[in-house]
Nanobody, 120 residues
């Protein structure tokens, strides 16, 4: 089994910054895609940013130029640096990882989410 834990959320003023972290642990041979999603109240969960094992990245149009996703493979960790935050960035942010793990099974895991609130 693989555990995924996000951290770094909180309350920040508009224009501020936060850095989210997501660490995976357990029996892990390889992590392929690592993805950040978010879900605002009464809205569908949406992809925010993704990074492949090779380091290729993809961003939602709404966060391009403001958010940066990165990963440290040796730590099974992915980060989301969020700058110039706006009230519309308020949401629960979830981490999703695509893992080759125990018995060479490739499975998808979610974290429990971390709340980001942008408000003055």
């Amino acid at each position: 089994q693989v555990q995924v834990v996000e951290s770094g959320g909180g309350l920040v003023q508009p224009g501020g910054s936060l850095r989210l972290s997501c660490a995976a642990s357990g029996i892990i041979y390889t992590i392929y895609d690592m993805i950040w999603y978010r879900q605002a109240p009464r809205k569908q969960r949406e992809l925010v940013a993704a990074i492949t094992i090779g380091g290729s990245t993809n961003y939602a149009d709404s966060v391009k130029g403001r958010f940066t996703i990165s990963r440290v493979n040796a730590k099974n960790t992915v980060y989301l640096q969020m700058n110039s935050l706006k009230p519309e960035d308020t949401a629960v942010y979830y981490c999703n990882v695509d893992v080759l793990g125990d018995r060479l099974q490739r499975l998808n895991y979610w974290g429990q989410g971390t709340q980001v609130t942008v408000s003055s």
